[in-house]
């Protein structure tokens, strides 16, 4: 690889969904294009955001074209996890959908398998331990997760994997609001707390990335 080449990581959070009407993963993609792209960009890595409508239909049709087009070396999307206290970081995707819960277009899922007859599940291709380290040392909880679900979150982790990418998931909790915290419940994290684990999670993937190979897939362009 030239040393020039800068190694891409797309970063995809969600917007709303029932249930969410305001998404704190759109809210890290924006202070990230803020605050992020340039810095990263000082320390050899092009980082790329989208936000991405929770939607199984367009899961399944636009979110291949959009990594296609963008080609990354890594993937790594944000999904709210509203129900948890903490960030998870997935460890698999699985090869299953509900179709009890609508999306944002307020359609179910298709089928309960995101694609037919592949596998149960596939490992996540982001350095899951590192990545664990490494938002743990930005001072938040954070552990691993087996399942990412069965909504679109999962959905998208699934399709990213299965067509070959090198891809991640975090799950973050719903953010600290501005009512009181029980002193016997969890002080949620902030969106800037989160942000700057998303920062960190992004840093730990650009030193992988320039120190292994990719292996597998064909990117048409110089691989590490």
Request: with cysteine.
């Amino acid at each position: 690889m030239r040393s020039d080449r800068k190694p891409i990581i797309l970063v995809t959070g969600f917007g709303a969904f029932p249930g969410a009407p305001s998404n704190p993963t759109q809210a890290i993609i924006g202070r990230l294009a803020r605050h992020a792209v340039r810095r990263l960009g000082r320390l050899g890595i092009d980082l790329r955001l989208a936000v991405l409508p929770v939607t199984f239909a367009q899961t399944a049709r636009d979110l291949p074209r959009l990594l296609v087009d963008v080609n990354p070396d890594m993937v790594l999307h944000l999904g709210l996890a509203g129900k948890r206290k903490t960030i998870t970081v997935e460890t698999r995707g699985l090869n299953r959908l509900t179709i009890l819960r609508q999306d944002a277009a307020g359609k179910v899922a298709p089928q309960i398998e995101v694609r037919r007859g592949g596998a149960f599940d596939i490992r996540a291709g982001a350095p899951v331990g590192q990545v664990i380290s490494a938002i743990a040392a930005t001072g938040l909880p954070v552990r691993p997760s087996i399942s990412a679900g069965d909504y679109v979150c999962n959905h998208a982790l699934y399709v990213s994997l299965a067509e070959g990418f090198r891809a991640g998931f975090i799950h973050v909790p719903r953010p600290r609001g501005c009512k009181p915290v029980r002193a016997d419940r969890p002080v949620r994290p902030t969106i800037e707390q989160m942000s700057a684990a998303v920062l960190a999670a992004c840093l730990v993937m650009g030193a992988r990335l320039r120190s292994s190979t990719p292996a597998g897939v064909d990117r048409s362009r110089p691989v590490f």
